[in-house]
């Protein structure tokens, strides 16, 4: 199993939520999140905005899906300009339903 | 190492700290999140025209799928369910006992129970001592 952490624009949350939901996926976790990247923030005119505003969209899913999820998220969310996000996908060994107890998703 | 990433239901937080307390491993990071599950996207929402006027309740709840809700923007639309985000992280041996425990205070059986995730974790430290590894956490 991985775990997708997609860090994406707010505005673009709905849209790439949707589409999840109709590849079939519609389980998730979202927060919203503070920070920054590469560009160092934002400078509009003479104000800099240091940390921005994204939504951190969780989902755990099982290895096979990973391609196809990370390619849905992208056409959704990507727009061309910087402050799209990224993609982190790192390993989850077990995970368990709390509501059974039983193994698996 | 392992994190155990665990999402469960707002009002069991104070049970799930006591019984983790109880054992012995009491620290934790803790988030407010929202989030859904398998349920297929479905939602509860107000849906007027299938109330009849004969009902007794003056809001009738219908699981409806999210993307009808948008689509007809329909009222009272509840998309995700708050939780609470629990991580923690355990060496390994005590991994497994602190997700049984976890079990054990928050199965209730009903749907929206939430999820225990396992993963690995390579490395810790702890700032104030500058210790590595285990060492930085229990």
Sequence with gaps: MKMIRAFIRPEKEQEVVLALEGIG????????????????????????????????IMIVVEDADIERIVKVIRDKAATGFIGDGKIFVTHVLHSYTIR????GL | MKEITAIIRRDKLPDTKKALDEIG????????????????????AEMDS??????????????????????H???????YVP?????????DEVAMKLVKEIIRVNM?????????????????FRLRTGETGCDAIV
Aim: proline share 9%; with cysteine; glycine share 10%.
């Design chain 1, 25 to 56: 996926l519609p389980s998730l976790t979202k927060m919203p999140v503070f920070g920054r990247g590469k560009q160092k923030g934002l400078q509009v005119g003479p104000v800099h905005y240091d940390e921005l505003p994204k939504i951190l």
């Design chain 1, 100 to 103: 059974t107890g039983e193994e």
């Design chain 2, 25 to 44: 491993y009491s620290s934790m990071s803790i988030q407010s999140v929202e989030g859904r599950g398998k349920q297929s996207g479905a939602i509860c």
């Design chain 2, 50 to 71: 299938e109330i009849p006027m004969s009902y007794c309740s003056n809001v009738k709840l219908t699981p409806t799928p999210s993307s009808y809700a948008i689509e």
């Design chain 2, 73 to 79: 923007t329909l009222p009272k639309v509840a998309l």
């Design chain 2, 83 to 91: 939780k609470r985000m629990l991580t923690i992280v355990a060496p």
């Design chain 2, 108 to 124: 209730t059986g009903k749907v929206g129970d939430g999820k225990i995730f396992i993963s690995p974790l390579e490395n810790a």
